[in-house]
């Protein structure tokens, strides 16, 4: 069965950085795109970015342009979301999605709270 | 890219349908049929149920549909049951490998 399995929790102060993986199993990990989505407490959905892990498509929302970057390990089956520079707007829930040229994300991650406080 | 517009809130009693609406621009939700709805309950992940605009995904309830007109996208409800009391949002494609969703509404069962 499909599974996105994300790392845990992270506590970071104002300025540093956060590296959040993504783990995908059980579907061909190059096969499909993995979405970033994230999710600041009590508020909404924002889309974040996406990665084509079989290579090419790397793209971010322009508010997180220069902050956010993301990687793939194909031989992990691993995809990892990097934000530097975080401020408390950054304090959210970070989901990783699995995703296609339908752009429905049909598999989401468990989500990892990244808090980020002085 | 500013989000999609729904409203915050809808409400309908057991067994009545209720639609949500998702207003965008021509720059997404006018411009590809690359629309999708997501129920999220509290403290889990969203769970799609729409995407293309109209298809479901396989296990999805057929009381739930969707459709578009212009830039405003569409989510329709039918048969109304308490398990549908979630938040519910819209994403739709951008251009350029981009996506946006919708601000989330809120549904109450009464």
């Known amino acids: 069965q499909v599974q996105l399995v994300q790392s845990g929790a992270e506590v970071k102060k104002p300025g540093a950085s956060v590296m959040v993986s993504c783990k995908a199993s059980?579907?061909?990990?190059?096969?499909?795109?993995m979405f970033w989505v994230r999710q600041a407490p009590g508020q909404g959905l924002e889309w974040v970015g996406v990665i084509n892990p079989s290579g090419g498509i790397i793209m971010y929302a322009q508010k997180l342009e220069g902050r956010v970057t993301m990687t793939r390990d194909t031989s992990t089956s691993t995809v990892y979301m990097e934000v530097s520079s975080l401020t408390s707007e950054d304090s959210a829930v970070y989901y990783c999605a699995r995703g296609d040229d339908t752009w429905g994300f049909d598999y989401w991650g468990q989500g990892t709270l990244v808090t980020v406080s002085s | 890219q500013s989000a999609l517009t729904q409203p915050a809130s809808v409400s309908g009693s057991p067994g009545q349908s209720i639609t949500i609406s998702c207003t965008g621009t021509r720059s997404d939700v006018g411009n590809y049929n690359l629309v999708s709805w997501y129920q999220q309950n509290p403290g889990k992940a969203p769970k799609l149920i729409i995407f293309?605009?109209?298809k479901r995904p396989s296990g999805v309830s057929d009381r739930f549909s969707g459709t578009k007109s212009g830039y405003t996208a569409s989510l329709t409800i039918s048969g109304l049951q308490p398990e549908d009391e979630a938040d519910y949002y819209c994403c739709s494609y951008a251009g350029g490998s981009t996506g946006v969703f919708g601000g989330g509404t809120k549904l109450t069962v009464l």
């Open positions: 293309e605009v109209t």
């Open positions: 059980g579907y061909s990990f190059t096969n499909y795109y």
